[in-house]
């Protein structure tokens, strides 16, 4: 994975076991953004209906997400929040 490049949703899901099962609720693709030091910044989806981009983790806003497993929980968590959006 490279910084700022689109990774598409199946393969995301295939490298990350924690979002196994997840469904993607409109997302086509995950943008995921390093800093210099190589650590995770900020990590958004690309959702079709209606097309927009929709950040699920920003540490500059909140540092306190450091591991791998918490940022998994906090995409999988705006996913399914997309879901339950698109059913009200």
Sequence with gaps: MLNGRLIPWFAYVEKRPAMQGCPSNGVLALRVEWDATGEVVRIS???TGPARE???V???VDPAILTSAEMDAQVRAGVLALGAEASS
Excluded: P
Aim: hydrophobic letters at 55%.
């Design 45 to 47: 989806g690309l959702v």
């Design 54 to 56: 929709v950040v699920f």
């Design 58 to 60: 920003d540490r500059t």
